[in-house]
């Protein structure tokens, strides 16, 4: 399996741009997981999915931020217009059902490093 | 207070040496922990499960302790490339959500 798949790897923008971050999670995972860090503020969940849909987005920051997941296999986050405060490295991560039983592990991609100018 | 604490360190020891790292978290209600190793420009992996009864796994010993609500990884004969940070993570009692600490520093040095 290639494990959860980011893009891009890295993105470079002036504020006020669109950035659009993409993800796909492994193959059969149920869950889908959004996560910013920073050096001040460390790993913090921003979105997750199950089956594609929202359950819980209490950590976007604000309304210029937004995540979609359109299928099982792609889902974005989106930040509408760019700051220079959100350049962090965003990463995705997925995990699975067993018998009816979300699994704990969570299985993160290798991250978009976002800077914006 | 964050969810999840720890110190931030960095830790700097020798090869071989045996290093302790504490975590403490504010939610009683958090259903399980971990612990997870984030090498400098990577994403962060499952090094493993806390259980209260104690969980070893080679050189690494995590611990749980629910009354003090305290969280605790040893590592033994420490290796260079046991050099990263080191996650301690809180899953909600729902089972669905992970609080992340901000994470220890350690290096080993030869």
């Known amino acids: 399996d290639a494990g959860v798949i980011q893009s891009p790897r890295h993105e470079v923008t002036e504020m006020g741009q669109e950035v659009t971050l993409r993800c796909k999670p492994i193959?059969?995972?149920?869950?889908l997981f959004w996560y910013r860090q920073t050096m001040m503020r460390g790993l913090e969940l921003l979105i997750y999915f199950n089956n594609n849909v929202p359950i819980d987005d209490s950590g976007m920051p604000e309304d210029r931020f937004s995540a979609k997941m359109p299928n099982a296999s792609f889902s974005t986050l989106k930040i509408q217009p760019s700051e220079p405060r959100d350049s962090a490295v965003y990463f995705c991560?997925?995990?699975?059902?067993?018998?009816?039983?979300?699994?704990?592990?969570?299985?993160f991609g290798p991250g978009t490093r976002l800077l914006v100018l | 207070r964050k969810e999840v604490e720890q110190d931030p360190g960095p830790f700097n020891v020798p090869e071989g040496a045996t290093v302790a790292f504490n975590c403490t978290y504010s939610n009683s209600a958090s259903q399980s922990f971990f612990w997870y190793r984030q090498d400098c420009r990577k994403e962060p992996k499952l090094l493993m499960s806390?259980?209260?009864s104690g969980n070893e796994d080679g050189r690494f010993t995590a611990q749980l302790n629910r009354a003090s609500q305290y969280i605790s990884l040893l590592i033994r004969d420490s290796k260079l490339s046991d050099s990263a940070t080191y996650l301690c993570?809180?899953?909600?009692?729902?089972?669905?959500?992970?609080?992340f600490g901000g994470g220890t520093r350690l290096m080993v040095k030869p």
């Open positions: 193959s059969g995972h149920d869950y």
């Open positions: 991560a997925s995990s699975e059902v067993k018998d009816r039983v979300p699994q704990e592990t969570q299985y």
């Open positions: 993570v809180a899953l909600n009692n729902a089972g669905n959500m992970l609080t």
């Open positions: 806390v259980y209260s």
